[in-house]
């Protein structure tokens, strides 16, 4: 059984920092494309920031200097350093898992996302 289990979010005043963090479980952690969404109220899911199984990262414009994503193969687990936090960056947050196989096949998972809000 699959399991993105994601922690970190909470309340903070605008440019303060969180962390958050996404554990998984139930898959070969190391394979997967790694990612962070998020969604505000009655906007659409973004990506905010995604790390490829070989490292490579990649943020949202409007994300770019202030957030940071890492993983750690051998904890299976996936951090978003937040800096310098907004308003605007307030939403719920989900950890996604991406892969796609030689078969073709795709695997993607979601975790149930941790609400971060950002006070004026």
């Known amino acids: 059984q699959v399991q993105l289990v994601e922690s970190g979010g909470g309340l903070v005043q605008a440019g303060g920092s969180l962390r958050l963090s996404c554990a998984a479980s139930?898959?070969?952690?190391?394979?997967?494309?790694m990612g962070w969404y998020r969604q505000a109220p009655g906007k659409q899911r973004e990506l905010v920031a995604a790390i490829r199984a070989g490292g490579a990262t990649n943020y949202a414009d409007s994300v770019k200097g202030r957030f940071t994503i890492s993983s750690d193969n051998a904890k299976n687990t996936v951090y978003l350093q937040m800096n310098s936090l907004k308003p605007e960056d307030t939403a719920v947050y989900y950890c996604n898992a991406h892969a796609t196989w030689l078969s073709g096949r795709i695997s993607d998972y979601w975790g149930q996302g941790t609400q971060v809000t950002v006070s004026s």
């Open positions: 139930g898959i070969l952690f190391s394979a997967y494309a």
